[in-house]
Nanobody, 127 residues
Framework: QVQLVESGGGSVQAGGSLRLSCAAS????????VGWFRQAPGAEREGVAT????????YYADSVKGRFTISQDNAKNTVYLQMNSLKPEDTAMYYC????????????????????WGQGTQVTVSS
């Protein structure tokens, strides 16, 4: 059974940084697509970044390009989201997810395509 656990959220001022972690059990993350998504109150869940094949395939939403970096540590079976230059509009609950499909090599971007989700970690950015 796949389990994903996010951590690293918190409250920061605009311009600050946070690093989110998504630790997995029951699956080798290198072989599947992993995505970071976020959901602000009253808004739909949106894709932030995805990674497949340990970084061979990467995607970033336009709103985070140049500020966020997704990466993977195979030894720790963990995916990270480094978030720099944070803005108040980045405030949301952040989730990691995977569709669990082995070795496909690319990631879908819509959250409906993902099957396994973590519990989320809250990120709050104040101005």
């Amino acid at each position: 059974q796949v389990q994903l656990v996010e951590s690293g959220g918190g409250s920061v001022q605009a311009g600050g940084s946070l690093r989110l972690s998504c630790a997995a059990s029951g699956y080798t993350l290198y072989r599947v697509c992993v995505g970071w998504f976020r959901q602000a109150p009253g808004a739909e869940r949106e894709g932030v970044a995805t990674i497949a094949r340990g970084g061979e395939s990467l995607y970033y939403a336009d709103s985070v390009k140049g500020r966020f970096t997704i990466s993977q540590d195979n030894a720790k079976n963990t995916v990270y989201l480094q978030m720099n230059s944070l803005k108040p509009e980045d405030t949301a609950m952040y989730y990691c997810a995977t569709d669990g499909v082995l070795d496909r090599g690319f990631c879908y971007r819509h959250p409906d395509q993902y099957t396994y989700w973590g519990q989320g970690t809250q990120v709050t950015v104040s101005s």
